[in-house]
């Protein structure tokens, strides 16, 4: 039962901080600290994944419309949306729609180098290191502070800006670092308009996703770890429906420009922290 109850913790802190810019991997290192997760990284890995393949299908569905909408416009079938029809001719559209799929793939291109060049020394951070965790929340507040004083310039995203923002996702690898909260931050601070800026940060992790779920996959480095698939299925429905929600509201929060909030929260949690760990 106990794992069952770790399950719907993890669920649900994966599921929130996926979406709220204060770093799911740094949430997911501090809660498996304090549940008394001591499983070697690569067994706990398991969990951590299929935690974040529930939140990518949290994604799609949010953006469901958007997902079929790319896709049958990059293949050239199906109805375009009327407003979309009335603004530019269907070979146009199309034409964006398929640049937009190839600004995500170029997005990609950082994490997938840093991913599979540093690999094992990747794995090592994912080892309850809380000091570095800690560390790198106060790096994500300072961001979401800075975001706070940027002005949009209400522009779509370019491929130069496509590239910045995938590095800023490459360093988000790190856990501690928000990956929405660099991906966003950077976004913002490029000028991007902040819909189009939440959009495109949502959309183009979850390729990444489903890559890293399928490497794992063949190379068979899952491991069984402790968790039952009773466990392993609670915790992906949990994540699943949580996601949902802190998905909808993160969009409408990056609209209000409110993300100073979760500075002053990542600032705490660090500080918390790191004075836990030097005082204890």
Same mark, same amino acid.
């Given at each position: 039962?106990?794992?069952? !109850?770790? &399950?719907? %913790?993890? +669920? /649900?802190?994966?599921?929130l901080?996926?979406?709220?810019?204060? =770093?799911?991997?740094?949430? *997911?290192?501090?809660?498996?600290?304090?549940?008394?997760?001591?499983?070697?990284?690569?067994?706990?890995?398991l969990?951590?994944?299929?935690?974040?393949?529930?939140?990518?299908?949290?994604?799609?569905?949010?953006?469901?419309?958007?997902?079929?909408?790319?896709?049958m416009?990059?293949l050239?079938?199906?109805?375009?949306?009327?407003?979309?029809?009335?603004?530019?001719?269907?070979?146009?559209?199309?034409h964006?729609?398929?640049?937009?799929?190839?600004?995500?793939?170029?997005?990609? !291109?950082? &994490?997938? %180098?840093? +991913? /599979?060049v540093?690999?094992?020394?990747?794995?090592?951070f994912? =080892?309850?290191?809380?000091? *570095?965790?800690?560390t790198?929340?106060?790096v994500?507040?300072?961001?979401?502070?800075?975001?706070?004083?940027?002005k949009?310039?209400?522009?779509?995203?370019?491929?130069?800006?496509?590239?910045?923002?995938?590095?800023?996702?490459?360093?988000?690898i790190?856990?501690?670092?928000?990956?929405?909260?660099?991906?966003?931050?950077?976004?913002?601070?490029?000028?991007?308009d902040?819909?189009?800026?939440?959009?495109?940060?949502?959309?183009?992790?979850?390729?990444?996703?489903?890559?890293? !779920?399928a490497?794992?996959?063949?190379?068979?480095?899952?491991?069984?770890?402790?968790?039952?698939?009773?466990?392993?299925?609670?915790?992906?429905?949990?994540?699943?429906?949580?996601?949902?929600f802190a998905?909808?509201?993160?969009?409408?929060?990056?609209?209000?420009?409110?993300?100073?909030?979760?500075a002053?929260?990542?600032?705490?949690?660090?500080i918390?922290?790191?004075?836990?760990?030097?005082l204890?």
């Open positions: 039962m106990g794992d069952i !109850i770790n &399950a719907i %913790i993890l +669920g /649900l802190i994966q599921g901080t996926e979406f709220l810019p204060v =770093s799911s991997s740094g949430h *997911l290192e501090i809660g498996k600290f304090i549940l008394g997760d001591a499983m070697p990284a690569e067994e706990s890995m969990m951590t994944v299929v935690l974040h393949f529930g939140t990518a299908l949290a994604t799609i569905y949010v953006f469901r419309k958007d997902v079929m909408d790319i896709i416009g990059f050239g079938i199906g109805t375009l949306p009327n407003e979309l029809i009335a603004k530019a001719n269907i070979l146009n559209e199309r964006e729609y398929r640049n937009f799929v190839y600004k995500i793939v170029l997005s990609m !291109i950082p &994490a997938v %180098i840093v +991913g /599979l540093f690999e094992k020394q990747i794995e090592a994912f =080892s309850q290191n809380i000091l *570095l965790v800690c790198m929340l106060l994500t507040g300072i961001l979401l502070l800075i975001t706070e004083w940027a949009s310039q209400n522009r779509s995203v370019t491929y130069a800006d496509a590239i910045i923002v995938g590095v800023a996702q490459a360093i988000a790190l856990p501690g670092i928000s990956r929405s909260g660099a991906t966003i931050s950077t976004s913002i601070m490029l000028g991007i902040k819909s189009k800026a939440a959009r495109f940060s949502f959309l183009m992790v979850v390729p990444l996703i489903f890559g890293k !779920i490497k794992d996959l063949l190379d068979g480095d899952f491991g069984n770890g402790n968790y039952s698939f009773l466990a392993l299925a609670v915790g992906f429905v949990t994540a699943f429906f949580t996601g949902i998905c909808k509201v993160m969009i409408e929060l990056v609209k209000k420009a409110k993300l100073s909030y979760f002053y929260y990542c600032f705490a949690i660090g918390l922290g790191i004075a836990y760990i030097y204890k």
